[in-house]
């Protein structure tokens, strides 16, 4: 039983418009959102979007990718298969969850497309090279990383979520399409110096969060942090973002 202070943060995606990628978070035009990379947020619906589809060929985001990262976003056309959104308050211990849906696969002859790409949730964002991510593989596993100091370290990872066997070419994403599933991680300080790190997953959006994976981290990034989302390779909705400081 955690304690909700009076810091939270909830976001739906109603507000009908364009979130665009800015350069730094100070510029960005949301004050709730930095859109880090990926082009762009939509909203509509009441969801939030990524890019969906590939961008027409004149588009400013697909010249730019086109010259910053041909490779991983096939010539800008696809942005979103780099997708990064940043809150922009910061965290330290904290709850955080949202509901993602998986509509399509983008199958990128890039070599960083992989097993390790997914739907993942940031904590104790402090930048690009320190950060903590956590979510669901799209080989079907659950996943809880580091990256420290630019170093990625594997904490816990835990096969099987969703099953199959996965395959780049012929079976390259175990999670299902066009189904939402809930991702929740919770990270807290211990009061021995580590770091607690905990995440839930709802399957189905009936509420049932099921514990997946659950690991304290010894070497830990300690201070607060930004949270947020990242998805890989696909194009994605989103719904519910929740955040609270706990203690």
């Known amino acids: 039983m955690f304690i909700y202070t009076t810091s939270a943060f909830s976001y739906s995606f109603y507000n009908n418009s364009t979130l665009q990628e800015s350069w730094t978070m100070e510029t960005s035009t949301s004050p709730y959102w930095w859109v880090n990379s990926g082009g762009y947020l939509k909203m509509y619906d009441r969801r939030g979007h990524t890019n969906e589809g590939a961008l027409p060929q004149s588009d400013y985001w697909r010249k730019e990718y086109a010259n910053s990262d041909p490779m991983d976003t096939d010539n800008g056309y696809h942005p979103q298969n780099i997708f990064r959104l940043i809150t922009r308050e910061q965290w330290k211990n904290i709850q955080q969850e949202v509901y993602f849906k998986v509509t399509k696969d983008n199958l990128s002859p890039s070599p960083n497309r992989g097993g390790d790409n997914g739907l993942l949730l940031f904590s104790r964002y402090i930048n690009s090279d320190n950060l903590y991510y956590t979510g669901i593989r799209v080989d079907g596993a659950a996943v809880i990383k ?26 390259p994403d175990l999670i299902p399409k066009n189904a939402w599933v809930g991702i929740r991680v919770v990270v807290k300080n211990n009061p021995n110096g580590s770091v607690n790190i905990k995440l839930y997953i ?20 300690t201070s607060k942090g930004y949270a947020g989302i990242r998805t890989d390779f696909m194009d994605v909705i989103f719904d519910n973002y929740n955040a609270n400081e706990i203690v």
């Open 146 to 171: 580091k990256k420290q100091n630019g170093i990625y370290t594997t904490l816990a990872y835990i096969p099987g979520i969703y099953p199959g066997i996965y395959n780049r070419n012929t079976n």
């Open 202 to 221: 709802d399957k189905n959006w009936n509420g049932v969060w099921k514990l997946a994976a659950d690991v304290n981290d010894n070497y830990p990034i």
